[in-house]
């Protein structure tokens, strides 16, 4: 059986969830509101299938909720401009510190970024 491969993906969200999310604009305050509001996440699906997770509050089959309400709510499209150049990730601890890497890379680039 093939190993899985874990992919880091960016989610562009609406700028709404900065002046409607609390825990959001404080996670981001080097936000100058001209850069987009972001989500960085893994998965070991492709980015299309997770995007489409987190937009219909997908459930796992135990019940347990697998999708971001932020990216419920705000999720507009997929940003692969911002990820296409990470090479797909061989187990899922590398995929973890790889998307907490990308998403404070794009804080500092003056980003909104929200990631788990």
């Known amino acids: 059986m093939p190993k899985?491969?874990?992919?880091v993906y960016v989610i562009e969200l609406s700028k709404r969830v900065f002046s409607e999310n609390s825990r959001?604009?404080?996670?981001?305050?080097q936000f100058n509101g001209v850069l987009?509001?972001?989500?960085?996440?893994?998965?070991?699906k492709t980015p299309k299938e997770r995007f489409l997770q987190h937009k219909t509050g997908y459930r796992n089959k135990?019940?347990?909720k697998l999708s971001s309400n932020i990216v419920?709510?705000?999720?507009?499209y997929l940003r692969p401009s911002l990820y296409n150049h990470i090479d797909p990730l061989?187990?899922?601890?590398e995929a973890i510190k790889m998307e907490e890497?990308?998403?404070l890379t794009l804080r500092r680039?003056?980003?909104?970024?929200?990631?788990?």
């Not at 899985?4 to 992919?7: I, N």
């Not at 959001?24 to 305050?29: K, M």
């Not at 061989?90 to 601890?93: K, L």
């Open 4 to 7: 899985a491969q874990y992919r």
């Open 24 to 29: 959001f604009r404080a996670a981001n305050p």
């Open 36 to 44: 987009q509001c972001l989500y960085v996440g893994m998965t070991s």
């Open 62 to 64: 135990k019940g347990h």
């Open 72 to 76: 419920q709510k705000y999720g507009m």
């Open 90 to 93: 061989a187990t899922r601890s």
């Open 101 to 103: 890497r990308l998403a």
């Open 109 to 116: 680039q003056r980003y909104a970024v929200w990631f788990n």
